[in-house]
């Protein structure tokens, strides 16, 4: 019988992004549509506020941006998963959704870094109740030259056969990630690594989370490495997420990519997943948390949230991400509506839950910042024309985030009681970040730019509609 952590206060609890009823969530899990409903998954634990061992929490929604509390998918315990239902995918088969998921299973219970991990299957007819496979594990062991990290399996269907892409560490001790392949999701072969990290301290120890798919004609890599060490302006959190564009060549089934990206510069993105929606677009969520960092939201009884789903797209080669069109439906009203605009501008937040869109077309100076009563910059973004960087920096960090750009088209900001998300130039820099603070919430503009326009919407509720 699980014991539910209680939420006690709701000083941070976010108005339209995906959290837990109460509890701790890591990564998001098995996005997917099935029977009119977009379905997420996240890593769970549902007995109090702080990691434990893994289930899968559930909630779906019709439209992307009003979600409904599911009950628990996965709870862990069974002989193939009894420490943990990690991380995984979901995938539509014959009118009915599977979900491949990573077991987690400790050789030691008093020590946590003695494991091993297989891959497992569940199966629902209604998409709200799964029954674990008989077959499971349908990946017992990881190849021979492979370390015990063998989790987060990301399946995708393609010419048709199964093919599922798996995040792993070589005995060499350097990141890389394993694809196998299936006709009926149950029997797997083996096909190879699909990258490795050329070395551990540029590329990472291990990579989790892998999420392979085509994008605009081409293929696209994105997973979560962790133990690279930070470079002049990259690589500045404890973990990232990285994205390789290029192609996989169907002699050798490797990725042949071009450069090692990071996705979004931020404190707080880690462990995406994407699908591709029934229109054609190429959707993500990302865990809006790391590892390691204050959570002041524990000592409610929660912790963790997902990002605002967010639409993928490619410029030149570079990829972009943008929150998905239907934020329009969170519009409650206009708070703001100010065209040609000079030196500064500032507004008040009364719900702190607002979308800000600005327009500035400048190679001058810009800054939008996030305070408080008290005139604290909680988020701080600013371009420097001189230096050609773009700067966040954070209340609580002394490490600022610094990207190259040569100039400000636009800023889409998205403000939710603790949480802020900035995507710039249409997408092509982006940051999320969590921050706590109880007293009212301003977003200030100033530009050198010779005119900017704003608008600013007040945003509804929209998660857990049914409670």
Known sequence: MT?????????????????????????????????????????????????????????RSKDLVHWE?????????????????FSGSAIVKDDRLYLMYTGHNLHD??????????????????????????????????????????????VRFENGKWLVVIGSKDQQGLGRVLQYQSTDLKNWTYVGPLATAESADTQGFVWECPDLFKLAGQDILIMSPQGIKPQELKYRNLFQTIYLLGTVDSATQQL??????????????????????????????????????????????????????????????????????EIAQLREHLLVDEADLQAKYCFATPTKSVEYLGEFDTTAAVEVKVTDTDDQVLVGL????????????????????????????????????????????????????????????????????????????????????NE
């Open 3 to 59: 014991n539910y952590s209680v939420v006690t206060n709701d000083r941070y609890r976010l108005n339209y992004h995906v959290m837990a009823p109460s509890g701790w969530i890591n990564d998001p899990n098995g996005f997917s549509f099935f029977k009119g409903y977009y379905h997420i998954f996240y890593q769970y634990h549902p007995e109090s506020a702080v990691w434990g061992p893994m289930h899968w929490g559930h909630a």
């Open 69 to 85: 509390n599911l009950p628990i998918a996965l709870f862990p315990g069974d002989e193939e998963d009894q420490d943990g239902c």
């Open 109 to 154: 219970k008093n020590n946590p870094d003695d494991y091993w991990q297989n891959q497992n299957i569940a199966v629902s007819d209604d998409g709200i109740h799964f029954t674990k496979c008989q077959d499971n594990p349908v990946i017992a062991e990881p190849p021979t030259d492979n370390a015990a990290d063998f989790r987060d399996p990301k």
């Open 256 to 325: 042949n990519y071009h450069e090692f990206r990071e996705l979004d510069h931020g404190h707080d993105f880690y462990a995406p997943q994407s699908m591709l929606a029934p229109d054609g677009r190429r959707i993500l969520f990302g865990w809006m948390d790391m590892w390691e960092s204050d959570m002041p939201e524990q000592a409610d009884g929660w912790a963790g949230a997902l990002t605002f789903p967010r639409e993928l797209h490619l410029n030149g080669d570079k990829l972009c991400m943008t929150p998905v069109q």
């Open 382 to 465: 600013r371009f420097d024309p001189e230096k050609q960087k773009l700067i966040l920096e954070k209340y609580n960090d002394d490490l600022p985030r610094e990207v190259a750009v040569t100039k400000i088209d636009d800023i889409h900001l998205l403000l939710d009681k603790s949480s802020v998300e900035l995507f710039v130039n249409n997408g092509e820099v982006c940051f999320s970040e969590r921050i706590y603070d109880e007293k009212d919430f301003y977003i200030e503009t100033s530009s050198d730019a010779e005119r900017f326009s704003i608008k600013a919407y007040q945003l509804g509720k929209g998660v857990f509609i």
